[in-house]
């Protein structure tokens, strides 16, 4: 079973950086997208980045210029680097990535697979 894993949130001041990593491990044959969401309490999750399997990026309004997402494909791993953070950032960043995975010889499935998430808070 396909599982995801993020780390890198922590606490940092206004205009400080944060760098995410998103690691999916398991019986992967291939990974269509990864995406990073957050979400702060009461309000619905959104998207902030993604890249996918040709490597195209694509960013949320609210963080063009200050964010960047990059993988390692070979690791099956992405990492969201996050720069001139506002408190506005604050969060819980969750990784989800979707993707084939391996169920026998010859045979992939779909999957999509959230992480469990990571706090990021931005103050002072």
């Known amino acids: 079973q396909v599982q995801v894993v993020e780390s890198g949130g922590g606490l940092v001041q206004p205009g400080g950086s944060l760098r995410l990593s998103c690691a999916a491990s398991?019986?992967?044959?291939?990974?269509?997208?990864m995406n990073w969401y957050r979400q702060t309490p009461g309000k619905q999750r959104e998207l902030v980045a993604r890249i996918t399997r040709a490597g195209a990026t694509s960013y949320a309004e609210n963080v063009k210029g200050r964010f960047a997402i990059s993988r390692d494909s070979a690791e099956y791993s992405n990492y969201l680097q996050m720069d001139n953070l506002k408190p506005e950032d604050t969060a819980v960043y969750f990784c989800y990535v979707r993707g084939w995975e391996l169920v026998g010889p010859n045979r992939q499935r779909n999957f999509d697979v959230w992480g469990q998430g990571t706090l990021v808070t931005v103050s002072s």
């Open positions: 398991g019986p992967i044959h291939i990974i269509d997208d």
